[in-house]
């Protein structure tokens, strides 16, 4: 009985050290909740200013962080996803269920787009309040911007089983320069080297000139709804690259970002690239945005 008693006690103790060092009650832990749910893009600092008005004890930003935090929420960087209207999410599904049949066919596709890398990237620094597996949740997405950057536009192709050259694009993109720089010395080339390959480029303004009919007569090629980044696995490609260059060490020049670029390319992995290939991600996404 003596043991039973002070057992009790102890726990009362606990009981009792655990709610004097808890500076916020049940009440105001649910308010700076149903904050950040509301306004899931607002930071720390903001969810503070809003919640403090109406609190009688004073809360860091450090405490709402760990408030939120234990209610399943965490601060992670926005998906970034294109402005998708109920015609193109229905263009979206469409083709995809068109080649849901499609099983070796994939493997003979080659997916080619350019990107553009900067030296930074302002909206790296926005950060929302999600749930596990709430990455493409519309409510904690960030439109991506279509203004250019300082830096790099490079041009890639990807396959199940190999990639071609990286190429360096200088100056502004257009259709004589795509054919001279990218189709006749790199393309071309890469897709003859493929037993029955099918290309896939976008649709950009340099891809759907008149010159590339007498270029690309007797390769099949692959169309691709607008709208639809996002459909191509080089993407993604794009977007391991990117994170990448994120952990390294700001370039100063063009000449030093498109040496790590490149590098970055070299050294993908080809299973990487074998698992992005999965028609599967596109058609449960129901013609919405994919995790790219």
Do not use: K
């Amino acid at each position: 009985m003596q043991v039973c008693h002070q057992r009790r006690h102890l726990q009362q103790t606990d009981d009792l050290t655990r709610s004097a060092t808890r500076v916020t009650s049940a009440r105001e832990d649910q308010r700076i909740h149903r904050q950040a749910v509301a306004a899931l893009q607002a930071t720390s600092t903001s969810n503070l200013q809003h919640v403090q008005d109406t609190l009688d004890v004073p809360i860091s930003t450090r405490i709402i962080s760990r408030r939120l935090v234990e209610c399943g929420l965490h601060s992670r960087r926005p998906l970034r996803t294109l402005a998708l209207t109920p015609q193109r999410r229905r263009a979206r599904l469409e083709w995809c269920w068109a080649r849901v049949t499609w099983m070796t066919e994939w493997r003979n596709v080659v997916f080619s787009a350019e990107s553009h890398f900067c030296f930074f990237n302002d909206s790296q620094r926005i950060r929302v309040w999600r749930r596990r597996g709430e990455r493409s949740n519309p409510a904690v997405t960030v439109e991506r911007p279509t203004a250019r950057q300082r830096g790099i536009m490079v041009w890639g192709a990807i396959a199940y089983d190999s990639t071609s050259h990286l190429v360096r694009i200088q100056g502004t993109l257009n259709a004589q320069r795509y054919v001279q720089n990218v189709l006749r010395p790199v393309a071309i080339l890469y897709l003859q080297g493929l037993p029955n390959a099918i290309f896939q480029q976008d649709y950009a303004h340099p891809h759907t000139a008149r010159i590339f009919q007498h270029v690309l007569r007797g390769v099949q090629m692959l169309p691709r709804p607008a709208y639809s980044l996002d459909l191509s696995p080089i993407e993604h490609v794009w977007d391991v690259i990117g994170r990448r260059l994120q952990t390294l060490p700001l370039p100063r020049t063009n000449d030093q970002l498109w040496q790590m670029v490149e590098r970055e390319w070299r050294t993908i992995p080809q299973d990487t690239i074998r698992t992005l290939i999965d028609l599967d991600v596109f058609l449960h996404a129901r013609g919405g945005s994919t995790s790219y």
